[in-house]
């Protein structure tokens, strides 16, 4: 059975950090391009950073500098590091996970972890 399990959201303050986990079983991870989106409120949802399966990263212009995405295929896992954490930050983040040869046929979401940023 196909799971993505995100972990690792909460509260801080702005300036702050948080380290956000995906655990991913069922899936051949070293085939797969892993991703993290985020959803606030009345937004549509964006691409914030993306690993592909031979590790090349990809950020939005909005978090560049800032965040950091890895992965580690022994652990089936892949992080996203927020560093310098801002209000706008705040939104449901959402793992993806996306077959590198059949990404139309092999597409997985996790059910997302909420990460608020306020004083």
């Known amino acids: 059975q196909i799971q993505l399990v995100e972990s690792g959201g909460g509260l801080v303050q702005p300036g702050g950090s948080l380290r956000l986990s995906c655990a991913a079983s069922?899936?051949?991870?070293?085939?797969?391009?892993m991703g993290w989106y985020r959803q606030a409120p009345g937004d549509q949802r964006e691409l914030v950073a993306r690993?592909?399966?031979?590790?090349?990263?990809g950020y939005s212009d909005s978090v560049k500098g800032r965040f950091t995405i890895s992965r580690d295929n022994a652990k089936n896992t892949v992080y996203l590091q927020m560093n310098t954490l801002k209000p706008e930050d705040t939104a449901i983040y959402y793992c993806?996970?996306?077959?590198?040869?059949?990404?139309?046929?092999?597409?997985?979401w996790g059910r997302g972890t909420q990460v608020t940023v306020s004083s």
């Open positions: 993806n996970a996306r077959h590198d040869f059949w990404p139309a046929h092999y597409d997985y």
């Open positions: 069922g899936i051949t991870f070293s085939s797969y391009h």
């Open positions: 690993i592909t399966s031979d590790g090349s990263p």
